[in-house]
């Protein structure tokens, strides 16, 4: 966790460094990014920067929990009154809009699913990855009282392979359209969104329907 001293630090400042960061760590692997780099960039100095976090890792951590609070504000689930898989793609919809107007929240998303920490932070991780399967599950539970998800596996299994169809459309919509910034990312255009939508869902209907 970022120590007492960064919290101490202008907002603006705070958003700064992490905004530094996060380009850094959505654009290469943990082990490939400079974490010197970053403080230069950012203008810290290395004997400051223990100031602020213990080390590269507290740093990736902490920038991967602000881009994935981001993420789960999109999962929230929609009030609708769509049927089940009218509700799924709308759902879908708003997180692939998401996604692809804010590439380091998924791109990090990927990274910290991939990184493995020390033993200081994978409690810090096991926590995100505990609310995203939560709220998978939680849809596909709803999908199942409905009679239009499968009953024959169990939901945990279930959970973990709509996860993974997901992580692999992940990857598929950011190689279309690379990180770069928040604030000159293009997004996807009208036409690949759709085919993405239309891929996840093809997907996820053909392993789950009874």
Same mark, same amino acid.
Not at 23 to 31: D, K, L, M, V
Not at 57 to 64: C, P, R, S, W, Y
Not at 124 to 141: D, P
């Given at each position: 966790? !970022?120590? !007492?001293?960064?919290?101490?630090?202008?907002?603006?400042?705070?958003?700064?460094?992490?905004?530094?960061?996060?380009? =850094?760590?959505?654009?290469?692997?943990?082990?490939?990014?400079?974490?010197?780099?970053?403080?230069?960039? =950012?203008?810290?100095?290395?004997?400051?920067?223990?100031?602020?976090?213990?080390?590269?890792?507290?740093?990736?951590?902490?920038?991967?929990?602000?881009?994935?609070?981001?993420?789960?504000?999109?999962?929230?689930?929609?009030?609708?009154?769509?049927?089940?898989?009218?509700?799924?793609?709308?759902?879908?919809?708003?997180?692939?809009?998401?996604?692809?107007?804010?590439?380091?929240?998924?791109?990090?998303?990927?990274?910290?699913?991939?990184?493995?920490?020390?033993?200081? &932070?994978?409690?810090?991780?096991?926590?995100?990855?505990?609310?995203?399967?939560? /709220?998978?599950?939680?849809?596909?539970?709803?999908?199942?009282?409905?009679?239009?998800?499968?009953?024959?596996?169990? /939901?945990?299994?279930?959970?973990? /392979?709509?996860? &993974?169809?997901?992580?692999?459309?992940?990857?598929?919509?950011?190689?279309?359209? !690379?990180?770069?910034?928040?604030?000159?990312?293009?997004?996807?255009?009208?036409?690949?969104?759709?085919?993405?939508?239309?891929?996840?869902?093809?997907?996820?209907?053909? /392993?789950?329907?009874?």
């Amino acid at each position: 966790m !970022p120590r !007492p001293r960064f919290h101490k630090l202008s907002p603006q400042r705070q958003t700064e460094l992490l905004d530094i960061a996060a380009n =850094a760590f959505a654009r290469g692997s943990y082990h490939d990014v400079s974490y010197n780099k970053i403080l230069a960039e =950012a203008n810290v100095s290395k004997g400051a920067s223990y100031y602020y976090f213990d080390d590269k890792e507290d740093l990736f951590l902490t920038v991967a929990e602000r881009e994935l609070d981001k993420l789960f504000v999109a999962l929230e689930p929609l009030v609708t009154n769509e049927p089940f898989w009218g509700h799924v793609e709308a759902l879908l919809t708003r997180y692939l809009r998401f996604a692809t107007t804010h590439p380091q929240s998924v791109a990090l998303a990927q990274a910290s699913a991939d990184f493995v920490p020390k033993a200081s &932070g994978v409690e810090r991780l096991e926590s995100w990855n505990e609310q995203y399967s939560s /709220i998978a599950q939680s849809i596909l539970e709803e999908g199942q009282s409905q009679g239009q998800v499968r009953t024959d596996l169990p /939901i945990t299994l279930l959970t973990t /392979i709509v996860m &993974g169809v997901g992580a692999s459309v992940d990857r598929w919509v950011l190689s279309q359209t !690379p990180p770069s910034s928040v604030e000159d990312h293009p997004g996807l255009d009208g036409s690949t969104l759709t085919q993405a939508i239309d891929m996840f869902m093809d997907l996820t209907k053909r /392993i789950l329907q009874p």
